[in-house]
């Protein structure tokens, strides 16, 4: 588990490892992009890139994707990212040209959104950009949601306080400032409400950076990731996961340990399952790690981790 300044148990790593896998949730799908899960881990939402249309299947068991925000239109903006909020409302990033949006909708079982008649809209602003690396990410409480990523000149980063089924204005007010050279391409937050995004420098490395509400750097790590695509904590035991590139060039889901080593903290990746070309990761509940895999169909399988039990405390690493 992370011992850094967010609670976490200090010292101490359960270990993990990958149990069966159930039958892929989406085998092939016609370019699924992003992953998001509901409050409750039974819903996994997610856009597909092809249709245009935002989608959702069930987490426990093997299901039939369906559209819960139709396909966009010439007249539609384009879904780029999506995020659940409370309940039964997703909150989706559009682009039509080179206006940006924030539009929210109910997703419910029985009935496909309007994806021109939103609960919500929100203006982003101008920027050009086909936004692939724009992410976001909602605290566990559904309090407040950030994007990031967006394209320049907006901010890189915006915040906005979630009331019920209703956001507030996006704002980078608190935000993190995002060093020259620097670029946030994945966010989640901690189960203690502190903002976590990975931040790509010009020659590729990846830093994890965590931060308080206020937007206080709290910690800055170097992930020890060639590449992440994507990260999340896992409900109930705090565990990083992370999809993308190791340094050896393996990729695939990992678990990012926080350990020590000449007297220092630093992330060790473990990888934990292989996938070809990972690019998201939710954690849908203690016993389901969602990812998104594979070039150019893709793939959304469902990994199951088993506690082999606690390891005790793990001392520095070689």
């Not at 309090?143 to 890189?156: R, Y």
């Not at 980078?172 to 790509?200: K, N």
Request: proline share 8%.
């Amino acid at each position: 588990m992370w011992f850094v300044a967010v609670s976490f148990a200090a010292f101490t790593n359960i270990c993990m490892a990958a149990g069966p896998d159930r039958e892929p949730l989406a085998s092939g799908h016609a370019a699924p992009k992003g992953l998001a899960v509901t409050a409750n881990g039974q819903t996994v939402v997610s856009i597909d890139a092809a249709r245009q249309a935002v989608m959702a299947v069930e987490s426990e068991r093997v299901d039939e994707w369906r559209d819960v925000v139709g396909p966009a239109s010439a007249d539609v903006p384009v879904p780029i990212a999506v995020e659940c909020l409370t309940g039964d409302v997703v909150a989706v990033v559009c682009r039509s040209g080179d206006a940006w949006t924030l539009r929210t909708f109910r997703a419910v079982p029985s009935a496909i959104a309007d994806p021109a008649k939103p609960l919500q809209e929100i203006d982003l602003g101008v920027a050009k950009g086909t936004g692939d690396e724009v992410s976001m990410a909602v605290n566990h409480a559904r309090g407040w949601l950030v994007v990031t990523g967006l394209p320049k000149p907006l901010p890189p980063i915006l915040r906005a306080a979630v009331a019920g089924v209703r956001l507030g204005p996006l704002s980078d007010r608190s935000c993190p400032g995002i060093p020259d050279g620097q670029r946030p391409v994945a966010v989640t937050a901690s189960p203690d409400g502190d903002l976590v995004i990975v931040l790509r420098s010009a020659d590729g490395d990846d830093a994890i950076a965590f931060y308080d509400t206020g937007g206080r750097e709290i910690l800055r790590l170097p992930s020890g990731m060639r590449h992440v695509a994507g990260i999340d904590f896992g409900r109930g035991d705090g565990m990083l996961w992370a999809v993308g590139t190791g340094a050896d060039g393996h990729s695939g889901l990992w678990r990012l340990d926080a350990t020590l080593r000449d007297g220092r903290q630093v992330v060790q990746p473990v990888l934990i399952k292989p996938f070809a070309a990972p690019v998201a990761v939710v954690a849908a509940s203690e016993r389901a790690i969602i990812v998104l895999h594979g070039e150019p169909s893709r793939t959304v399988s469902r990994v199951e981790p088993s506690s082999l039990g606690p390891s005790g405390s793990r001392s520095a690493m070689p």
